[in-house]
Structure formats: structure tokens, C-alpha cells
């Protein structure tokens, strides 16, 4: 059961198509046309929906940007449109619109059911949506870190599993690992650092400065420096307010505010205003009295000893020495050293954490080793199983004596983790190096697929490697470009017959140029220029009937009126058709 379905796609201004909408079916859809003719334009138009790199390359020329729109059929429950209506998009009566702009200039645009959305967001959608399979796609097959999570995908749980707890470990160690060779390779630096710090809180514990000294020395020795002046001023205002001894006669403040006080005093009963004025002189005579009185106490206290001059500048030139080095005040001298002081205690306690992170690596390197042994276990036994379907396949594919298998190895490595007694490199999938091996025919020593595969067997590898994940972990659209590259005959029909048999359970769209894929097609698609060299609406039709007949004669004889062709052509629609039944 199809659980989505790509119905259609609408392409304008992207490469040789000028504006095209391309029709598609569930069951099986093959895309023919001549070389040239935009027919891998299809496949483009579909990694650009689900969030492909844009290249503003593929804008036609004239135009000012390429846009591809898609119409995808998809149940409410589907954990796809569960994710874009999160995004906020909406579904069109049980459809996902989705499309993407790509300006001349390099611009990219996304939209997801009427919403704009970040490309990234379609990437993820395409993850479950479709699995697309060009020639790229068989070249990435060769590197063996696309073999490894070809089987790790293969395997399921029995590796995703493991393979989660071990790189939380694998990034831990990392973390740990790279905090312990920092210690101990900057274990010098460190050292000058802390006998610094040393240094600098010996020199302020021995000068023991006091929060606000530096303000309250530098108030003293400003008095200290004008000690005449102060005494000579403070005699002479307090001979102003309370008069001088050795000047009985001399007129001071407090004896006229005296006199005043008096003179009113008589005469307050007379007059509630006269009276206020008189309590306000009264009030003005005892302030001046209590002045006078601290002007006196003022001179008396006050200490013109050079000598403590002298200790108060010493002091203030030790702190200074410390304001030149350490902060521009004594506030932020002790900050310092409160700062200072925290800091060595950690330069300090370097030791004691060498020991905690190197028992926290050697735990951690001890834990990889066993989570790899564990994933070692897993990939072995799943590459067993998986080597046994794919060869299983290829014998469906015209490949009935070839046989697939995997190589796990381990590297040694005197700084790698412990698995199974031997010390092996490890990195962030663990242990193992997975090797697809291909044994076309018998008594061939199986080889490297990138050495033991011709062009049509990887094609024939490729498709039988997806048929087996369609089994375990399928997704509902197949989008194939040119999988029957270096195919014919035989190996050819086969191809198509699988991808029939594929398109049973999911929507199989393949980009072909041979005529044995395309018979089997439920549906066969033709992509055409005009005569100006452009894909347009009328550019990509449904074939049916005779029309069919005509370009299935074309693809096998370069000759749609040929009769020798078009009974080829017969015979090939109605053996498809018998086996489809069948």
C-alpha cells in the first residue's frame, strides 16, 4: 500500500524546460525522450523540492529565476504531515504543496503548503518521502562510509542502539580527552602563571591594605601638608565668633548677637513678631557658641607632627605600588586578589584533576571498547543477512552467479580502545571498516565494488541494495535516474521486471533510455523539445495506444515507423503485461 504519492510537479525556466508539468501516477512511471531532451531535468526538479543545493547554473537563460512546484498526496497521520503542519503549513484536500525558487543570482526560496519554511525542513520531509538514485548516488555507494551506514540502516535497532550510546561516550571522551592534553601540554605555562599569582598576593598580604585607605590617607595628608594654614584660620575665625583674650576690647560676633538678643528681649511682650525674632537671635547665638567651641577643639586636635607626615606618605607609596600593578584603586587591588587567589587554587589543584580526567578517559575509552564490540557484533551479523538478500536480488537482476558480501575490519592502533584483545582506531561510528564486496561469477575473488562492478552491474548492486531496504525500511516514492546505465538485453528486462515488482508497494518513477525498463512501466511519460530547443507544456505527455508503440520503437531502432521496430516494440508490451499478471 502506497502510503504518498508525488501526483505532479510543475517546472518553468529550469534548463531546457520553459514551463512543464510533469503528470505522475502511483505503480510504476517511466520518463523516455531523446538525449538531451530535459528528461534528467525531472530528477533535478525533485532534489530542488526536497531541499537539494540550488544552483543558479540551472536557471534558463533569459529568465529571471526557476521555480518548481509539487503536489504531494499524503495521509493526515503521516509523521510528514504532522512535521509540515507544525511548520504551519496546510494541506490542499489531503495534499502538500511544496515549492522552490531559484533566482538567476543564487537566491533560494521554500514554501510548504502555503507557509515559507527554511530548505532544511524539506530536506527532513525527504527523508521519509522519497529515495532518490542517479549516478551520483551509485559513486557515493563505492565509499565505504556510505557501506557502513548503508548496514547500520540495514540493521535497525540493533545497531542505532549501541551506535547512540557510543557516541555519547565517543563525544565525552573527546571533551575529556582535549581538557587533560591541555592541562598537561600547557603545564609550563601554567606553572609561570601560578608562581605570578604567588608573587603578586605575597606582595598585597604584606602590604594588608584596607578597603578605602587610599581615599581616607590621601584626606590626611592633604591636612597633614596644611597644618599651619588650617590652625592660623581656625584661630582667627574663633577670635571672630567668640573674641580674643589678649583683645578685651575687639568686637566679636557672638558678644553683637548678645547684645541683640538683649535689646529685643526687653521688648518681646509688646509684639508676638518682635518675640520670634528674638528666639531666632537666641537660636543664632548658641550655633555661633557651638562653632566657636568646635573651631577651638579643632586647633587643639590638630596634628602638625612631621613625623606622622612622613609614615602617611611612606603608606600611601606602598599602596601606590600596588595601584600601578594590580588595579587603578585598593578596591580593585583586593578585587585581584580575591581573583588571584580563586585562579591558584585551581593552577593549584591541576594535579589532583590530571588524575580525575585521566580515571574518567581510561573508564570511558574501556566503555567505547565494549559499545564497539557490541556494534562489531551487530554489523556482522546484520552483513550477513543483508549480503544474503542483495545477492538473493541480483539473481532476479540477470546476475544469477554473482555474490555480495561484506568485509568488517579493525585497524590496529596503539592509541585506539581494546576490542576483543587487540588495541584497534576508533572514531565517532566506532570501530569498524565495512567493505562491500562483489563476486560477479563464480571462482572471482570477491573484490571492492568500485574495483569488481562494471558500470551496469553497480546499477544492478544499486537497485538490488534499495530493493532490500524497501523490505525493511521503505519509503513510498523511488525516483531512479539512469539505474539501467551500461544495461542492455537480458539485464535490461530484468531491471524493468524488478522495478515493476518494486512498484507493488511504492510509487517507482524511473528516467530510462531503454526500451525493456520502459515496458513495464504502468505509465510511460515523454519529455520532447519544441523546435526552439525548449521542454514546454505540451512537452511532456502521457504516452498511450500507438503513441507508446512509436517511442518504444524510437528507443529500440532509432526508428518509430520501422515494422520490424514497432513488432518488437508489440512484443515487448505484451510480455510485461504477462508478467505483470502473472
Known amino acids: 500500500m502506497v502510503l504518498s504519492v508525488l501526483e505532479e510537479m510543475r517546472i518553468r525556466s529550469l534548463g531546457v524546460i520553459d514551463d512543464a508539468v510533469v503528470e505522475l501516477s502511483p505503480g510504476f512511471t517511466a520518463v523516455t525522450g531523446e538525449t538531451g531532451a530535459g528528461k534528467t531535468m525531472v530528477v533535478t526538479s525533485l532534489g530542488l523540492l526536497l531541499g537539494g543545493r540550488a544552483d543558479p547554473a540551472l536557471v534558463r537563460i533569459g529568465a529571471e529565476k526557476a521555480v518548481v512546484e509539487g503536489r504531494i498526496a499524503l495521509p493526515k497521520d503521516a509523521s510528514a504531515a504532522l512535521r509540515a503542519e507544525e ?9 502538500l504543496l511544496v515549492s522552490r525558487t531559484v533566482s538567476a543570482e543564487g537566491r533560494s526560496r521554500a514554501h510548504l503548503g502555503g507557509r515559507s519554511v527554511p530548505v532544511g525542513l ?42 547512540a550510546k557510543y557516541g555519547e561516550a565517543y563525544k565525552r571522551l573527546r571533551v575529556v580527552s582535549a581538557e587533560l592534553e591541555e592541562i598537561t601540554t600547557r603545564a609550563r605555562e601554567r606553572a609561570q602563571e601560578a608562581d605570578m599569582l604567588r608573587y603578586g598576593l605575597d606582595e598585597i598580604a604584606a602590604v594588608e591594605p584596607r578597603p578605602g585607605e587610599d581615599v581616607e590617607l590621601a584626606e590626611e595628608a592633604e591636612r597633614l601638608g596644611h597644618a599651619e594654614a588650617l590652625a592660623s584660620a581656625a584661630a582667627a ?10 583683645d578685651p576690647e575687639g568686637v566679636d560676633a557672638s558678644t553683637l548677637v548678645a547684645g541683640a ?55 600611601r607609596a606602598a599602596l601606590s605600588a600596588l595601584t600601578r600593578k594590580y588595579g587603578e584603586d585598593v578596591a580593585a587591588v583586593l578585587a585581584w586578589a580575591e581573583r588571584g587567589a580563586a585562579r591558584l587554587t585551581e593552577l593549584d589543584g591541576d594535579d589532583s584533576r590530571i588524575e580525575e580526567l585521566t580515571a574518567e578517559r581510561d573508564a570511558l575509552r574501556a566503555e567505547l571498547g565494549g559499545l564497539a ?14 549480503a544474503a538478500a542483495v545477492t538473493a536480488e541480483l539473481a532476479s537482476l540477470a546476475m544469477p552467479h554473482a555474490r555480495v558480501s561484506f568485509a568488517i575490519r579493525q585497524t590496529e592502533d596503539p592509541e585506539g580502545v581494546e576490542v576483543g584483545g587487540r588495541t584497534v582506531a576508533y572514531g565517532p561510528s566506532g570501530v569498524d571498516e565495512v567493505e562491500l564486496l ?31 531496504f524497501a523490505g525493511t525500511d521503505p519509503v513510498p516514492t523511488y525516483l531512479f535516474d539512469e539505474v539501467d546505465a551500461g544495461v542492455g538485453g537480458k539485464a535490461a528486462v530484468e531491471i524493468g521486471r524488478r522495478l515493476a515488482r518494486l512498484a507493488k508497494t511504492a510509487q517507482v518513477v524511473v528516467v530510462t533510455h531503454l526500451p525493456q525498463v520502459a515496458a513495464f512501466a504502468d505509465r510511460q511519460l515523454l519529455v520532447e523539445k519544441t523546435n526552439d530547443g525548449s521542454v514546454t507544456r505540451s512537452g511532456v505527455k502521457v504516452l498511450e495506444g500507438e503513441e507508446r508503440i512509436r517511442e518504444l520503437s524510437r528507443m529500440l531502432a532509432g526508428q518509430e515507423d520501422s515494422e520490424t521496430a514497432r513488432a518488437h516494440a508489440e512484443e515487448l508490451l505484451a510480455a510485461a503485461r504477462a508478467d505483470a499478471a502473472g
Open 122 to 163: 524539506l530536506a527532513e520531509l525527504a527523508d521519509e518521502l522519497v529515495a532518490v538514485h542517479g549516478q551520483t548516488d551509485q559513486q557515493g555507494l563505492l565509499k565505504q562510509s556510505r557501506q557502513r551506514e548503508a548496514l547500520d540502516r540495514y540493521a535497525g535497532d540493533a545497531v542505532a542502539v549501541p551506535l
Open 261 to 315: 538678643h538683649r535689646a529685643l528681649e526687653a521688648v518681646r511682650s509688646h509684639d508676638p513678631a518682635l518675640a520670634a525674632l528674638a528666639e531666632r537671635i537666641g537660636e543664632i547665638g548658641i550655633l555661633l557658641g557651638d562653632v566657636a567651641g568646635e573651631l577651638a577643639g579643632y586647633a587643639d586636635d590638630l596634628d602638625a607632627d612631621p613625623l606622622r607626615l612622613a609614615a602617611v606618605e611612606e603608606r
Open 87 to 95: 511548520a504551519g503549513a496546510e494541506l490542499d484536500d489531503g495534499a
Open 237 to 246: 575665625a574663633h577670635a571672630a565668633l567668640a573674641g580674643n583674650p589678649e
Open 373 to 386: 564490540q557490541a556494534l562489531t557484533d551487530a554489523r556482522t551479523e546484520a552483513a550477513e543477512r543483508f
Open 438 to 468: 562483489l563476486a560477479p561469477h563464480p571462482g572471482a575473488p570477491a573484490r571492492p565494488i568500485a574495483k569488481g562492478a562494471s558500470g551496469g552491474e553497480l546499477s544492478r548492486v544499486m537497485l538490488a541494495v534499495e530493493v532490500v
